[in-house]
C-alpha cells in the first residue's frame, strides 16, 4: 500500500518549452502533496505544498509563476515547469499525505522524475 | 524550531558487518522522526518512523532505530550489512505545526564492500 508515482520518470527538453509533470497516489488519497526538488549528491530542498482544492504554499525563493503546480483531485498533483532553463535541470520527486481524520505527517514518495533542460 | 543533523556525510562498510548511521535532532516538541532509504536516481522508501508509541523502532529490511531524548538522538542501526543496503540515507524530523512539512538531514550515503 501508500504506493505514489511519476510521471514522466525522464524528460529532456528544450530550453523556453514547458514541461508537466505528474505525481499520483495509487491506492490511497492524499490530502496534502509536495514538491521537492533535489540536485547531485544533495538533500532534498521543499518547493512547494499543495491541498486538495486550493493554491499551492511556495517555500522561500521558489518563483511560483514558473513551477505552477495543481492538486486538482484527491490523487493527483501536477508540476508545471515554464519556460524551462538550462539551470532548471534537476531531480524532481513528489510525496503524498495519507487523507486521515488526524493529520497525518508520514509522506510516501514518488519515484522522481529527472528533467534534463538543454 | 526543528532541526536534523547527519553527523557522517559516508559510511563504509563490510558485507556481513553491522551498520551504524548517527542523527541528532532540535525540537521544542516530541517529535515524528524518520529514516528514509533512497537507491540511486529512486525515490525515497520510508525505512521507520518513530511516534512516540516506543523508544526502539523496528523498519524493514532488518532496520531499527532508537529514540533517546536525553541525546536527542535518533541513529538507525542493522546488524548485519548486505551489499543491496548501498544507497543514501536520510534523517528526518516533522515539522511542528507546519502543516506536514518535513525537514530533511543532509544525507548518509552507506558504502557497502563486499
Known amino acids: 500500500g501508500a504506493v505514489v508515482s511519476q510521471h514522466p520518470s525522464w524528460v529532456i527538453c528544450k530550453s523556453g518549452t514547458s514541461v508537466k509533470i505528474e505525481c499520483r497516489s495509487l491506492?490511497?488519497?492524499?490530502?496534502?502533496m509536495f514538491w521537492y526538488r533535489q540536485f547531485p549528491k544533495q538533500s532534498l530542498m521543499l518547493m512547494a505544498t499543495s491541498n486538495e482544492g486550493s493554491k499551492a504554499t511556495y517555500e522561500q525563493g521558489v518563483e511560483k509563476d514558473k513551477f505552477l503546480i495543481n492538486h486538482a483531485s484527491l490523487t493527483l498533483s501536477t508540476l508545471t515547469v515554464t519556460s524551462a532553463h538550462p539551470e532548471d535541470s534537476s531531480f524532481y520527486i513528489c510525496s503524498a499525505s495519507p487523507r486521515k481524520r488526524v493529520l497525518s505527517d508520514t509522506q510516501y514518495f514518488g519515484p522522481g522524475t529527472r528533467l534534463t533542460v538543454l | 524550531a526543528q532541526s536534523v543533523t547527519q553527523l557522517d556525510s559516508h559510511v563504509s562498510v563490510s558485507e556481513g558487518t553491522p551498520v551504524l548511521l548517527r542523527c541528532n535532532y532540535s525540537s521544542s516538541y516530541s517529535p515524528s522522526l524518520f529514516w528514509y532509504v533512497q537507491h540511486p536516481n529512486k525515490g525515497l522508501q520510508l525505512l521507520l518512523k518513530?511516534?512516540?508509541?516506543?523508544?526502539l523502532v523496528k523498519g524493514i529490511n532488518g532496520f531499527e532505530a532508537e529514540f533517546k531524548k536525553s541525546e536527542t538522538s535518533f541513529h538507525l542501526t542493522k546488524p548485519s550489512a548486505h551489499m543491496s543496503d548501498a544507497a543514501e540515507y536520510f534523517c528526518v524530523v516533522s515539522g511542528y505545526n507546519q502543516g506536514g512539512k518535513l525537514i530533511f538531514g543532509q544525507g548518509t550515503e552507506l558504502s557497502v564492500k563486499p
Open positions: 491506492d490511497f488519497q492524499a490530502t496534502t
Open positions: 518513530y511516534t512516540s508509541a516506543a523508544t
